[in-house]
């Protein structure tokens, strides 16, 4: 059974090779562009909406994001000003991280989600850690990305911060996401945190995994 197409009206639409504005409509179906034109006329049963010259934009890919931090927000301040970056780190973020449980994960990313669309993204590229909730954590980020019907690369973030045995919890969570890979919409990368935080050995063991999957690394430079 065909996809039901739909009739955008009166866009003010952009095209990037070559970057330009122009105004027409865009008939789409399936996820996909059928054809653009001026005065284009309904189908049967076709689904017209009026765009008024309202902006028609590709979707925007987030090419780094902590879909957690969404919860940062409110967070009650650091007891002393952060003097420097790891500081930041110790004080702000690895609190909230190590806060983190299955069901703070899931809204925190279901918040960072519906942002996301509302900003116009349609791809993230997720770099996720919850020392204290590792195994399956980041099942529970593409529940929350597939409920919104969002694009997502995910990694955890694997580090030597916590010691050898979060560590090894951080890279058995990558290799198993890679190895589930059951989503049209999500897809998996092997996290690392930051050269700071890793051992030789644990950037060797990181590579290693991405070879064997024929994967990418995503880390902080
Ligand atoms: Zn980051």
Same mark, same amino acid.
């Given at each position: 059974?065909?996809?039901?197409?739909?009739?955008?009206?009166?866009?003010?639409?952009?095209?990037?090779?070559?970057?330009?504005?122009?105004?027409?409509?865009?008939?789409?179906?399936?996820?996909?562009?059928?054809?653009?034109?001026?005065?284009?006329?309904?189908?049967?049963?076709?689904?017209?909406?009026?765009?008024?010259?309202?902006?028609?934009?590709?979707?925007?890919?987030?090419?780094?994001?902590?879909?957690?931090?969404?919860?940062?927000?409110?967070?009650?301040?650091?007891?002393?000003?952060?003097?420097?970056?790891?500081?930041?780190?110790?004080?702000?973020?690895?609190?909230?991280?190590?806060?983190?449980?299955?069901?703070?994960?899931?809204?925190?990313?279901?918040?960072?989600?519906?942002?996301?669309?509302?900003?116009?993204?349609?791809? @993230? %590229?997720?770099? &996720? *850690? !919850?020392?204290?909730?590792? #195994?399956?954590? +980041?099942?529970?980020?593409?529940?929350?990305?597939?409920?919104?019907?969002?694009?997502?690369?995910?990694?955890?973030?694997?580090?030597?911060?916590?010691?050898?045995?979060?560590?090894?919890?951080?890279?058995?969570?990558?290799?198993?996401?890679?190895?589930?890979?059951?989503?049209?919409?999500?897809?998996? @990368? %092997?996290?690392? &945190? *930051? !050269?700071?935080?890793?051992? #030789?050995?644990? +950037?060797?063991?990181?590579?290693?995994?991405?070879?064997?999957?024929?994967?990418?690394?995503?880390?902080?430079?």
């Amino acid at each position: 059974m065909p996809t039901q197409s739909i009739l955008l009206k009166n866009a003010t639409f952009t095209t990037l090779h070559p970057p330009r504005l122009q105004l027409g409509d865009v008939r789409i179906a399936g996820g996909k562009i059928l054809q653009i034109g001026t005065d284009l006329n309904a189908e049967p049963r076709e689904e017209v909406v009026d765009l008024h010259a309202k902006l028609l934009l590709p979707g925007f890919v987030c090419a780094h994001t902590h879909l957690y931090s969404s919860l940062a927000r409110g967070m009650p301040p650091a007891t002393s000003p952060p003097l420097n970056f790891l500081e930041i780190l110790q004080k702000i973020w690895w609190r909230l991280d190590q806060a983190l449980d299955e069901e703070s994960i899931y809204y925190s990313a279901l918040i960072g989600a519906i942002e996301a669309v509302q900003c116009g993204t349609t791809t @993230l %590229v997720d770099h &996720h *850690a !919850s020392p204290n909730c590792i #195994d399956g954590s +980041l099942d529970i980020l593409q529940e929350a990305l597939e409920k919104v019907g969002l694009r997502g690369v995910l990694c955890y973030e694997v580090t030597d911060r916590g010691g050898p045995e979060k560590r090894r919890a951080g890279l058995a969570e990558n290799e198993r996401f890679l190895k589930k890979q059951n989503s049209e919409l999500v897809r998996g @990368l %092997v996290g690392a &945190h *930051a !050269s700071f935080t890793l051992e #030789d050995e644990t +950037l060797a063991a990181c590579a290693d995994l991405a070879a064997r999957w024929n994967t990418g690394i995503h880390i902080h430079v």
